[in-house]
Each structure stands twice: as C-alpha cells, then as structure tokens.
C-alpha cells in the first residue's frame, strides 16, 4: 500500500494528501491480502481523481474489544453506480469473510463529508 500511494503522490502531487494513524499491537494482525490496498485504490480513484482539487484521504487502524477496526476515509461523497461495478468491493468482501469468518465486514458510508470504508474483524 505503501508502495501504492508514493506512486500515486507522484502522479496527483499536491491533490493527494494521506493521513496514516496506526495503533499499537496492529502490526501483528494478518489482515486479508489486497483488503486495505483495495480500499486505498478506490479513495484515490473516487475521491481524488473525481476531485479537481484533490483530497486526503486517511488510513487508520485500531482494536478494542477483541476487533480490528481499519478504516479508508477521503473527503467527498460516494459516486453515484455509474461506470462501477463495485467488483472491488465485493472481492474485498469475500476475501475478508473467507479469511475472518462470518462476524467480519466491510461497509462503506458517507457522513459529515468524508467517504469511509471500514474493515471489521475479531482479532483472534
């Protein structure tokens, strides 16, 4: 992801801004491949390419209660269904459900501004 987004800082310059906020002991929790990668891509390609003066988008990542919170944010509303398949999405779904068991999700909401995709999941 890290990778990603230098990339994608060089192609947008100053429209791109990112936010990362990492809790302690996160390191240590396997998240589903391409989860939070897949979450990124859409921020940028729906948040910052859609936006002709860019945006921030955020990253942060959590636990409490035995759950993993991580959540993508970038400033904006979401997209109408237009030219989206929302394929991503529902990979990212699935892959999270397959590797996390039923009480994972991944939901994705607009409120005070900001687009937020959260990833939820028992830590054990």
Not at 8 to 29: N, P, T, W, Y
Not at 52 to 59: D, M
Not at 103 to 111: F, G, H, N, T, Y
């Given at each position: ?20 906020d ?29 936006s ?38 529902a ?11 039923g ?22």
């Amino acid at each position: 992801m890290q990778s990603y987004l230098a990339i994608e800082k060089i192609r947008f310059e100053e429209r791109l801004c990112v936010a990362i906020d990492i809790a302690g002991g996160m390191d240590s929790v396997a998240i589903p491949p391409m989860a939070v990668q897949t979450l990124v891509e859409n921020a940028v390609k729906y948040g910052v390419e859609q936006s002709s003066v860019g945006t921030e988008i955020r990253i942060s990542a959590s636990h409490a209660n035995g759950r993993a919170l991580i959540e993508v944010a970038n400033r904006g509303a979401l997209a109408k269904l237009g030219n989206s398949t929302r394929v991503g999405l529902a990979n990212a779904r699935k892959r999270l459900l397959h590797a996390k068991g039923g009480s994972a999700s991944l939901d994705l909401v607009e409120r005070d501004g900001w687009v937020r995709a959260s990833l939820t999941f028992p830590l054990s």
